[in-house]
C-alpha cells in the first residue's frame, strides 16, 4: 500500500480518516461531512491533493516550512544519520555529534546571550520546559516563592498542561480544568480591538503597563518571570505597536523578573530578523523555538537558555530531574543543521527584510484597511477553531476578510 496516497481514492482516504483518526484542533463530526483534505506531495511553495489540486501553501504548513518542501539535502541528512545512529539516548552522560552540533550553531545564529540549548521534540515541549527552568532558577537563587509567571490573554504556547497554560485561550482552558496554578494573565497588545481613542504609541505602553500593574498586584517577590511572543501568531497575528515592546523590557528590568520570547512562530526569520526579539528590540532570559528550526522537516523543538540563567543552573543546580526519550534526537538535530545551512547559505533571512517586506508593504499600502476591517478580520482569522470567535468581537468570517487581514498582518508586520 502507498503511503503518499497514491493507492487509494481520496473517497478511500476520508472514510478510513473518518473511521480512525483524530486531528488536532478538530470537530470530527463536521469533518466527517466535510470529509479531510488529503496533501499527498508537496514541491516549493505548493502543496498537492489526492484529487489533483495545487494549492499555494500560504501558511508554510503550519507557519514551518521556512526553506520551502522538496529540499533534497534534508532528505539526504536525515537518511544519512538514520543509517548511522538512527536514535541514541542524551541521558546518562551520553551525547551524539548532530546534538552537539546543532548546539553550537545556535550558539551562533542566536542573540549574544545565549550560549545554551535544551533540545525538545515541540514548541510546547519547549514551553514547558520554560515553565519548569523559570522555577528552578528562583528556588536555587533562595527565593522559591517567585514561582508566578505572567502571560497574555489569547497568547498561544502550545497545547500540553504547561503550554495551555501560559497561553491565554480561554476555550482550551475551559476544556481542560486550566490553567495550572501559578500562571496569571494580562491584556494582549491588541491596538484595533483595545486601543480606544488613544494613538498606537499611547495604547503600547498602556498595555505593557498592564504588566506592571499585574506585578503589583501580586506582589513583585512572587513574580519570576514574563513570556509571550514578539508577534502573537495563533492569537490572531497581533502586532504590538513600536512602544510595546521598550516599555515590556523596562518594566522586567526594574522589577527584575526573567524574560522569556516565544520564538516557536517568530523566529528563524519571519521577521526578517532572526529572532522576534531582535525585530521588537527586547533582550530575553529565554527563547523557545520549534517550527522552522527544521523547517518542519523534522518534529523538533529547544529552549535557549541566556549565561545568567545557566550559570546558576549549572553551577548551583545540580541534576535538572527534566527530560525526554527524544531530546536531541540524532535524526531531528541532523536535520536542524542542514537547514540552518540553507537559511545561513542562501541569506533567507536577509531576503525576508530586503526583498520581500518591501514587496508586502507595497502590495499592503493599496489595500483599505481601517480599524474597523481589522477589527472584524481578527474575529474572523484562525483555524476553525472557535477560540479567536470568542476572544474579538466582530462580525462577519468571509474568506475575503480573512485574506484581507493575513496580508494585513504580514504587512504591518514589516512595516511596523
Ligand atoms: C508561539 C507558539 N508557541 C508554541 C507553540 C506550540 O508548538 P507545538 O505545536 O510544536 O507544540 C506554537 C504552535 O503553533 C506557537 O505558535
Not at 542573540?111 to 523559570?134: K, M, Y
Not at 509571550?228 to 492569537?235: D, I, K, R, W
Not at 525576508?352 to 508593504?361: G, L
Amino acid at each position: 500500500m502507498s503511503s503518499s496516497g497514491s493507492g487509494r481514492s481520496t473517497q478511500e482516504w476520508q472514510r478510513l480518516d473518518a473511521a480512525h483518526y483524530l486531528h488536532p484542533f478538530t470537530d470530527h463530526k463536521q469533518l466527517a461531512g466535510a470529509g479531510a483534505r488529503i496533501i499527498t506531495h508537496a514541491e516549493g511553495v505548493y502543496i498537492y491533493t489526492s484529487d489533483g489540486q495545487k494549492i499555494l501553501d500560504g501558511m508554510a504548513g503550519l507557519w514551518c516550512v521556512a526553506i520551502g518542501y522538496g529540499r533534497r539535502e534534508l532528505a539526504e541528512a536525515a537518511y544519512r544519520q538514520m543509517l548511522e545512529l538512527p536514535y541514541y539516548n542524551n541521558f546518562f552522560q551520553c551525547t551524539t555529534p548532530p546534538a552537539i552540533e546543532l548546539s553550537a550553531v545556535l550558539a551562533e545564529v542566536t542573540p549574544a546571550q545565549f550560549q545554551h540549548v535544551f533540545f525538545t521534540s515541540s514548541g510546547s515541549e519547549a514551553n514547558d520546559t520554560l515553565i519548569r527552568a523559570i522555577r528552578r532558577y528562583w528556588q536555587l537563587l533562595d527565593q522559591p516563592e517567585r514561582n508566578v509567571i505572567i502571560s497574555r490573554w489569547n497568547g498561544y504556547h502550545g497545547s500540553t498542561l504547561g503550554g495551555a497554560s501560559l497561553g491565554g485561550m480561554k476555550p482550551m482552558h475551559e476544556q481542560g480544568g486550566l490553567p495550572i496554578p501559578g500562571i496569571e494573565h494580562i491584556e494582549q497588545p491588541y491596538w484595533f480591538e483595545n486601543g480606544g481613542e488613544l494613538s498606537p504609541e499611547e495604547y503600547g505602553k498602556r498595555a505593557a503597563r498592564a504588566l506592571e500593574d499585574k506585578i503589583e498586584a501580586l506582589g513583585a517577590h512572587r513574580v519570576a518571570a514574563f513570556v509571550a511572543e514578539p508577534v502573537q501568531g495563533a492569537g490572531g497575528l497581533i502586532i504590538p505597536p513600536a512602544t510595546y515592546w521598550p516599555e515590556i523590557q523596562r518594566i522586567c528590568d526594574d522589577y527584575g523578573i526573567l524574560l522569556a520570547s516565544d520564538e516557536v512562530i517568530c523566529g528563524f526569520g519571519r521577521t526578517g530578523k532572526w529572532f522576534g526579539c531582535e525585530y521588537v528590540g527586547s533582550r530575553p532570559d529565554f527563547m523557545t523555538l520549534a517550527k522552522a528550526l527544521s523547517s518542519g522537516y523534522q518534529p523538533i523543538g529547544g529552549l535557549m537558555v541566556s549565561d545568567r540563567v545557566a550559570s546558576v543552573l549549572i553551577d548551583k543546580g545540580g541534576e535538572f530531574f527534566h527530560g525526554f526519550t527524544y531530546s536531541g534526537h540524532p535524526v531531528a538535530c541532523a536535520v536542524a543543521v542542514a537547514n540552518l545551512d540553507i537559511l545561513r547559505r542562501e541569506g533567507i533571512v536577509a531576503r525576508v527584510e530586503r526583498d520581500t517586506a518591501p514587496t508586502w508593504r507595497a502590495a499592503g499600502a493599496s489595500l483599505p484597511i481601517t480599524r474597523w476591517w481589522a477589527r472584524r478580520a481578527v474575529w474572523a482569522y484562525s483555524p476553525p477553531s472557535s477560540w479567536c470567535r470568542k476572544s474579538h468581537r466582530g462580525a462577519s468570517s468571509s474568506r475575503v476578510v480573512r485574506s484581507v487581514f493575513v496580508c494585513a498582518s504580514v504587512v504591518r508586520a514589516m512595516a511596523w
